[in-house]
């Protein structure tokens, strides 16, 4: 008989569960980081989670580099360490990369944050935490066939407020070949931490990579199922693959049908102290080791299976549903197969026998159910259940999908498999269910108080806000007044000064004007007498100008006029026309040719006023006058009396540039 420690149960039930290489033999190598105590915005799961992983990979054969709480030098040199033992490894190497905790996006990059991290803006993401990339950078760098990335770090970026331009999510990458890279949510979506223990993603990966002969592209599609459903649609989980082969984290172990691994083995405990036997299943690794245990034995019909883990795990999660599966194993029948007649048909037993196998298990009806006589639906009713009834199944059909169950009055019936639910199955998938409905009124009641504190805190900083703004209006008007009440009384007292200087400058001005108008006044008065005694002088010398011309003149007519006239004194008239050439005035007058019997007469026209004169070879005779408007002469004046000009000037078509005139000289006696 094998005798071990709890412990040494634990290490052998791990050796039973991959005996017969469960898991391929190539080297796996794993770095598993989780941050959670960050200063910023402190996560609750992802330490919780990254243990769950790195003991469920530890499992699975993985050699885990395991980091917590990690600042950027710890990361960088855990993944240095990780690129290392991948390339020490060699080309068949398995590696796998997992992150926990805070991943952001900036201009179309992944970082990971690491404790520590003091980011303000964008440009300090660079400096202060990890880039995604480098990581693909160094499993690129091992040369190894086949890696997997997997970042459970896709939730709110808790610097977008300090960013200029932020974006929720990671980015989708581009999976180099023979890697696979696992995010907890669509590109550009947000992941759940988790009201739990662990976040909805890790819970369901490490589920799922617990479960045999699945391949790993399967059993990531299985974590993306479970997830949907139980955040209801809220997170989508995303794979980005270019893996060229197969690989599963758990082959599946083929054994004979009536042998179970852990019912073989005759395990005997020690007692341990109180301490080590008290909560056993609190860590988590021993909840990891709970979990495997009770997943190799959920399906056995053997009493020692549940003994055994009851052993291991008295209290553990699932000891409840352990004692009453050993209660009822032992109480069963202990055949293994019943040989029943189909009715109506005994007469060929062997043709028409159907065999069933021996169960002894509580299922519940997931609807309305008819109960036969026999497992066929031509079979005589003899009742029907109704949904959520609970009921012993006492064994299973071999060939059809009946279920065997005792009915109250302790006889039997079939009804049809599909419409029951084995009992535990039934109350783990209602109280996850339960669970997840209570995850999501919690949330969503969270949501709502949030959103409420969100709303108050805004509406007291808006009425804050316009306290602030109102009182510094106040201020701003008091001071607008003040300073308008010191402007009016300074523009007052401006205004006065100026009507006191512009009444002195006007009383000074007027002295001024009255005593310049006195002057003025003497000196008009004086240049009027001036004007007055120049004026006086100038007529006086124009007169005596005038009179001293006038007897000049009439002197030297009497003398031309003596020498014009024969000897002795005529009368008589000389008549002549002459032609009116306007080209030959200036200034608009013109001149008037006529030659009178030896004499010529010069007639020069300027508007109304003519001048004449009479010329010989002898000497000449001026005359004056005017023309009216009709062109006769008048106010012909000169030849002191001896002679005078009459006539008319025909002003027709001045146009024309001629215009002719009839004159008449006539001459008197001096």
């Not at 860590?283 to 009851?310: C, H, K, V």
């Not at 009027?528 to 001293?548: F, V």
Request: proline letters at 3%.
């Amino acid at each position: 008989m094998l005798k071990t420690t709890r412990c040494g149960i634990g290490a052998l039930l791990v050796w039973c569960l991959f005996a017969g290489n469960p898991v391929e033999a190539r080297t796996r190598v794993a770095l598993v980081l989780g941050n959670s105590n960050y200063e910023t915005a402190r996560l609750r799961n992802p330490v919780n989670d990254a243990r769950l992983m790195a003991e469920t990979l530890q499992g699975l054969g993985f050699e885990v580099i395991e980091r917590l709480d990690a600042d950027q030098k710890t990361m960088k040199r855990a993944i240095r360490q990780f690129g290392d033992a991948l390339d020490s490894a060699g080309r068949d190497a398995v590696g796998l990369f997992y992150f926990a905790g805070h991943g952001i996006r900036v201009s179309g990059t992944n970082y990971l944050v690491p404790i520590g991290a003091e980011i303000k803006t964008e440009r300090d993401v660079d400096i202060e935490t990890i880039s995604a990339s480098s990581v693909l950078r160094t499993i690129e760098f091992a040369r190894n066939n086949l890696n997997i990335v997997i970042l459970d770090a896709c939730r709110n970026n808790p610097y977008a407020r300090t960013f200029r331009s932020s974006s929720n999510g990671l980015a989708e990458m581009k999976a180099a070949t023979g890697t696979l890279i696992a995010y907890a949510t669509a590109p550009g979506q947000l992941a759940i931490d988790g009201l739990g223990d662990h976040s909805p993603y890790t819970s369901a990966l490490v589920r799922n990579m617990s479960k045999e002969g699945i391949p790993v592209e399967r059993t990531f599609k299985q974590v993306r199922i479970a997830v949907s459903q139980e955040t209801r649609g809220l997170q989508i989980p995303w794979e980005s693959s270019s893996l060229t082969g197969e690989f599963y984290f758990k082959k599946k172990v083929r054994q004979p049908k009536s042998q179970n691994l852990v019912a073989g083995l005759q395990v005997k405990t020690t007692p341990l102290s109180p301490s080590a036997t008290s909560e056993p299943s609190q860590g988590t690794g021993n909840r990891a080791l709970e979990l495997l245990f009770w997943q190799s034995i959920i399906n056995s019909q053997n009493a020692p299976d549940f003994e055994a883990y009851l052993k291991q795990f008295p209290n553990g999660a699932f000891a409840p549903l352990a004692r009453n599966r050993l209660a009822k194993l032992k109480t069963a029948k202990s055949a293994k197969r019943t040989q029943v007649p189909v009715a109506g048909t005994g007469s060929r037993p062997g043709r028409d026998a159907f065999h069933v196998d021996v169960m002894d298990q509580e299922f519940i009806a997931l609807k309305s159910a008819n109960v036969r006589e026999m497992p066929s639906t031509r079979s005589q009713k003899v009742g029907r259940l109704a949904s959520g009834t609970v009921l012993t199944v006492t064994g299973k059909t071999k060939d059809s999908n009946w279920y065997q169950v005792e009915k109250p009055d302790g006889s039997e019936g079939y009804v049809y498999a599909p419409l029951l639910e084995d009992a535990a199955t039934y109350n783990n998938r209602k109280s996850d269910s339960a669970r997840l409905a209570q995850l999501h009124a919690r949330k969503e009641e969270e949501t709502r108080l949030t959103e409420e504190r969100a709303r108050k805190a805004e509406e007291a900083r808006l009425a804050e806000e316009r306290a602030r703004k109102a009182e510094e209006a106040r201020l701003a008007e008091e001071r607008a007044r003040k300073a308008e009440e010191a402007r009016l009384a300074e523009e007052r007292a401006g205004k006065a000064e100026e009507a006191r200087l512009a009444e002195e400058r006007a009383g000074k001005a007027e002295e001024a004007r009255l005593a310049e108008e006195r002057a003025r006044k003497a000196e008009e008065a004086r240049l009027a007498e001036e004007r007055a005694r120049k004026a006086e002088e100038a007529r006086l010398a124009e007169e005596r100008a005038r009179k001293a011309e006038e007897a000049r003149l009439a002197e030297e007519n009497r003398r031309k006029l003596a020498n014009l006239t024969p000897a002795g004194k005529f009368e008589g008239e000389w008549r002549g026309r002459g032609t009116l050439d306007m080209s030959s005035g200036e200034g608009g007058s013109v001149i008037v040719n006529c030659t009178v019997t030896s004499l010529r007469i010069e007639v020069n026209v300027t508007g109304s006023k003519l001048t004449a004169r009479l010329r010989t070879g002898r000497g000449e005779v001026s005359l004056i006058g005017e023309v009216d408007e009709d062109g006769r002469l008048k106010n012909i004046r000169g030849g002191d009396g001896f002679f005078t000009l009459r006539g008319r000037i025909n002003r027709g078509q001045w146009s024309d540039g001629f215009c002719d005139g009839d004159f008449v000289l006539t001459q008197f006696l001096g």
